[in-house]
Nanobody
Framework: QVQLLESGGGLVQPGGSLRLSCVASEPILSSDPMAWYRQAPGKERKLVARIRSGRDPEYVDSVMGRFTISRDNAKKTVYLQMNSLKPDDTAVYYC?????????WGTGTLVTVSS
């Protein structure tokens, strides 16, 4: 069973940057997608960005041009570089992987954007 561990969350001022990391306990095939989701207080968990080989990364409209997802398969790690952060980006960010039809989730890392 794949385990995912996120890190990199914290408190940042509006306009600031953070980089989230997610390390998998075992290799994930590059053809299998990895993604970042987020859940704001009182709201549903939603997709932020997804990456898999052979396809362009996907982003939700609200983060397009500000967030970048990347992946290092050798390190079993997926990253989310977040720039120009806004208060609306405040949420718990979850790493997701799907392998052999099974969904795996990390426990989440909190990002708070506030002055």
């Amino acid at each position: 069973q794949v385990q995912l561990l996120e890190s990199g969350g914290g408190l940042v001022q509006p306009g600031g940057s953070l980089r989230l990391s997610c390390v998998a306990s075992e290799p994930i095939l590059s053809s299998d997608p990895m993604a970042w989701y987020r859940q704001a207080p009182g709201k549903e968990r939603k997709l932020v960005a997804r990456i898999r080989s052979g396809r362009d990364p996907e982003y939700v409209d609200s983060v397009m041009g500000r967030f970048t997802i990347s992946r290092d398969n050798a390190k079993k790690t997926v990253y989310l570089q977040m720039n120009s952060l806004k208060p609306d980006d405040t949420a718990v960010y979850y790493c997701h992987a799907r392998e052999n039809g099974i969904n795996y989730w990390g426990t989440g890392t909190l990002v708070t954007v506030s002055s």
